[in-house]
């Protein structure tokens, strides 16, 4: 059924349509009047003429002379009307405006619909990128919970395969059997992803297939999150997410390896999180420029050098907190940062219990067992474990600038820790009896050359621990571990499609030792040559 603002300009139509017939045939010349009959007697009129009016016409009886001049058009008579004319005429006037401008209306083609402001479309699992004529948002971050994925299922994924030469490489085994040798090809990441976005909920799973410790396949993201989005351009005011995603500290931990220009994330970062997932839940919002995140994880992340990776040993959970502001003040610039803070509780475990026993040495090397020979072995009680507390606190910043030959990137970020360290020296002051405190800090700029050409720069600094001692001739002498580290990259880019980067890592640190036992730096500068291709 049609609705009452179609039906009324169609009936407005008809009635103009029969108002023009009416005045044109009005307006024609019209037939001659029949003669009235001789021997009707004429009407009596009761009603007096004004004094104006045309003198009444002769009785039906009398007939006109021949010689009598019709009467002019222009003088109606009695019975015409000459105002109720011009009010017609006046009004069809109007209703041919008006039907006129009806048919201009749906003659006319439809105004198309601005297009819509392209939105990040990649998401920390890999989503395809939108491109088309409108450049995409300066500064926009492709990460969960601030991607802002396309309605629907989306497949993505990306490979990283490259070659890596190092300095410090020996073609040699460490007792353990571990290589020694880092020359080498390799996949780094071969990560295939399913995004699942709709109004009120959305998933992500993503998988990592690499070959950097023999070829191995695991789990990198499995988030199921409830959230609130009205702008669907925008990133959700409130999200709440359960499952595995990557820990919300910091920059470098939740930025995608799929967009990071440089090979790897920073010696603090690599060192505190060895690796970016864990497990827990997770409550995020973005309210205009404000952007806050609340966390609560296991505390043994994916990539850590221990036994309960993923798992965990103990009842208390790391809880995390992020409060940090996205904002573009001008056309050109986008501005970003935010503080963190950490708090944990780390796991020492205890020993098992041993028994008494007989230990066989043959000393003088004749294959026969003799007293000296035999030593015993004394029981041990087990011993417990225990937990030990620790902390991380950061600060991060960044801007975008756009200029005539591409985007600027400047960023950088500071870490102050204690008992942190899980993937350099491994912090544990339940054997150690001493705190272990963490410094570290690194600033970073990438500049594009066009869409097709990048070069960047970064320095990194980590100090693993500031209560370092070092024994010379007897005495305990303080001294730093801290590793300095400048990566300088070049690259070549298809946008959205494919990238092939050369990175060189100097690499300062003491490691090594010099001819008198003071620590010096151990060789291990190294380059990598990197080709991704991403969907």
């Known amino acids: 059924m049609a609705s009452s603002s179609h039906f009324r300009p169609a009936a407005r139509a008809a009635v103009a349509c029969l108002l023009w017939s009416s005045v044109s045939a009005a307006q024609g010349e019209s037939p001659p009047a029949p003669e009235p009959p001789p021997a009707r007697p004429a009407p009596v009129t009761t009603a007096s003429a004004p004094d104006d009016a045309t003198p009444a016409p002769p009785s039906p009886s009398a007939t006109p002379s021949p010689?009598?001049?019709?009467?002019?058009?222009?003088?109606?008579?009695?019975?015409?009307?000459?105002?109720?004319?011009?009010?017609?005429?006046?009004?069809?006037?109007?209703?041919?405006?008006?039907?006129?401008?009806?048919?201009?209306?749906?003659?006319?083609?439809?105004?198309?619909?601005?297009?819509?402001?392209?939105?990040?479309?990649?998401?920390?699992?890999?989503?395809?990128?939108?491109?088309?004529?409108?450049?995409?948002?300066?500064?926009?971050?492709?990460?969960?919970?601030?991607?802002?994925?396309?309605?629907?299922?989306?497949?993505?994924?990306?490979?990283?395969?490259?070659?890596?030469?190092?300095?410090?490489?020996?073609?040699?085994?460490?007792?353990?059997?571990?290589?020694?040798?880092?020359?080498?090809?390799?996949?780094?990441?071969?990560?295939?992803?399913?995004?699942?976005?709709?109004?009120?909920?959305?998933?992500?799973?993503?998988?990592?297939?690499?070959?950097?410790?023999?070829?191995?396949?695991?789990?990198?993201?499995?988030?199921?999150?409830?959230?609130?989005?009205?702008?669907?351009?925008?990133?959700?005011?409130?999200?709440?997410?359960?499952?595995?995603?990557?820990?919300?500290?910091?920059?470098?931990?939740?930025?995608?390896?799929?967009?990071?220009?440089?090979?790897?994330?920073?010696?603090?970062?690599?060192?505190?999180?060895?690796?970016?997932?864990?497990?827990?839940?997770?409550?995020?919002?973005?309210?205009?420029?404000?952007?806050?995140?609340?966390?609560?994880?296991?505390?043994?992340?994916?990539?850590?050098?221990?036994?309960?990776a993923l798992e965990e040993p103990k009842a208390e959970?790391?809880?995390?907190?992020?409060?940090?502001?996205?904002?573009?003040?001008?056309?050109?610039?986008?501005?970003?940062g935010g503080v963190s803070s950490y708090r944990g509780t780390g796991f020492a475990p205890g020993a098992d219990a041993t028994k008494s026993g007989l230990q066989y040495s043959d000393i003088f090397g004749n294959g026969t067992v003799q007293l000296p020979d035999l030593s015993p072995i004394q029981p041990a009680a087990a011993t417990p474990s225990q937990t030990f507390q620790r902390w991380a606190a950061g600060a991060d910043l960044r801007m975008n600038y756009r200029w005539r030959p591409g985007v600027l990137k400047v960023y950088g970020e500071f870490l102050l820790a204690s008992n942190m360290d899980r993937g350099q020296y491994f912090a544990n002051p339940v054997l150690s009896g001493l705190d272990q405190r963490e410094l570290g800090f690194y600033v970073a700029g990438v500049q594009e050359i066009t869409p097709w050409g990048v070069v960047g720069f970064r320095y990194d600094y980590y100090d693993p621990n500031s209560n370092a001692f070092d024994k010379r001739e007897g005495q305990l002498v303080p001294y730093s571990e801290a590793i300095h580290t400048s990566a300088i990259l070049a690259g070549l880019a298809i946008p959205d499609r494919a990238r092939l980067v050369f990175e060189y890592d100097i690499v300062r640190n003491a490691l090594a030792r010099n001819a008198v036992g003071i620590p010096a730096n151990l060789p291990s500068n190294t380059w990598t040559l990197r080709l991704q291709v991403q969907l």
Do not use: C, H
Request: glycine letters at 8%; proline letters at 13%.
């Open 317 to 336: 959970k790391d809880v995390i907190f992020r409060f940090g502001f996205d904002t573009t003040p001008r056309d050109d610039m986008q501005l970003a």
């Open 67 to 308: 010689q009598a001049p019709p009467p002019s058009p222009a003088a109606p008579g009695p019975g015409a009307s000459a105002p109720v004319d011009a009010t017609l005429r006046t009004e069809l006037n109007a209703l041919r405006e008006e039907v006129r401008a009806l048919r201009a209306r749906v003659e006319s083609p439809p105004t198309p619909p601005p297009a819509p402001l392209p939105t990040p479309a990649e998401s920390p699992a890999g989503v395809r990128e939108r491109t088309g004529p409108t450049p995409r948002p300066l500064g926009y971050e492709p990460f969960w919970p601030w991607a802002t994925p396309p309605e629907g299922l989306t497949l993505g994924g990306y490979l990283q395969s490259e070659y890596i030469w190092s300095q410090s490489s020996q073609d040699q085994l460490t007792q353990g059997g571990a290589l020694l040798n880092k020359d080498r090809f390799l996949i780094r990441r071969a990560r295939p992803s399913l995004i699942g976005e709709w109004e009120y909920v959305a998933f992500a799973i993503e998988l990592d297939a690499n070959t950097t410790n023999g070829p191995q396949v695991d789990l990198r993201k499995a988030e199921a999150s409830l959230q609130y989005r009205p702008d669907r351009t925008k990133p959700a005011i409130v999200m709440a997410t359960v499952g595995q995603f990557d820990t919300p500290f910091g920059y470098e931990l939740v930025e995608s390896p799929r967009t990071r220009w440089f090979m790897e994330r920073s010696t603090t970062s690599l060192g505190l999180w060895p690796g970016e997932p864990d497990l827990g839940v997770r409550f995020a919002g973005a309210l205009g420029f404000f952007r806050w995140t609340i966390a609560a994880v296991n505390g043994e992340p994916l990539g850590e050098n221990s036994p309960y």
